[in-house]
């Protein structure tokens, strides 16, 4: 069964930091890119960072820049995304994504960044 698990999200100040975890599990997590996205209420759901199979590379989206960063481990079949200099703009849920031969999605984790 395949499984993507976040966690850490939560409410933080502006200028704050948070890391997500996205656990994998139910399938081969190594050969997959994987993603993170985002959606916050009312909008459309946005791309935010990805990360090759082997980590090697990665790419974000203009508005992340500099502040967010995406990383992998494929012992531990997890993806993070830490997040530092945070927004009131930041505020949304965050989802991970496995792009390989069948995509999945996990179930997202709120994000809220408020004084």
């Known amino acids: 069964q395949v499984q993507l698990v976040e966690s850490g999200g939560g409410l933080v100040q502006p200028g704050g930091s948070l890391r997500l975890s996205c656990a994998a599990s139910?399938?081969?997590?190594?050969?997959?890119?994987m993603r993170w996205y985002r959606q916050a209420p009312g909008k459309e759901r946005e791309l935010v960072a990805a990360i090759s199979s082997t980590g090697s590379s990665t790419n974000y989206a203009d508005s992340v820049k500099g502040r967010f960063t995406i990383s992998r481990d494929n012992a531990k079949k997890t993806v993070y995304l830490q997040m530092n200099s945070l927004k009131p703009e930041d505020t949304a849920v965050y989802y991970c994504?496995?792009?390989?031969?069948?995509?999945?999605w996990g179930q997202g984790t709120q994000v809220t960044v408020s004084s």
């Open positions: 994504y496995a792009n390989g031969l069948n995509g999945y």
């Open positions: 139910g399938f081969t997590f190594s050969s997959y890119v």
